[in-house]
């Protein structure tokens, strides 16, 4: 059985993944609307579902192996 995320720009899923490409540390966070133009919920805040989102999009982003790479 496939597990759907909402993968809305901002999202706790989209969250996951940037930070992963981003290579930065596992920390479950998302924006109420946009990225970083609108208020930031983390935990307690955020729902089981919620947190389990931005890991399953962190951990995708990890198991694809792909991150910025910086020049």
Do not use: F, L
């Not at 899923?13 to 981003?22: I, K, L, N």
């Not at 919920?41 to 790479?69: C, F, L, R």
């Amino acid at each position: 059985m496939t597990t759907s995320h909402d993968e809305r720009h901002g999202g706790p899923y989209d969250r996951g993944r940037a930070d992963s490409w981003y290579r930065r540390p596992r920390q479950p966070h998302y924006y109420e609307g946009g990225s970083y133009c609108t208020p930031v919920i983390t935990p307690p805040e955020m729902t089981p579902d919620q947190v389990k989102a931005y890991n399953a999009g962190y951990s995708d982003g990890e198991a694809s192996g792909e991150h910025k790479e910086w020049e």
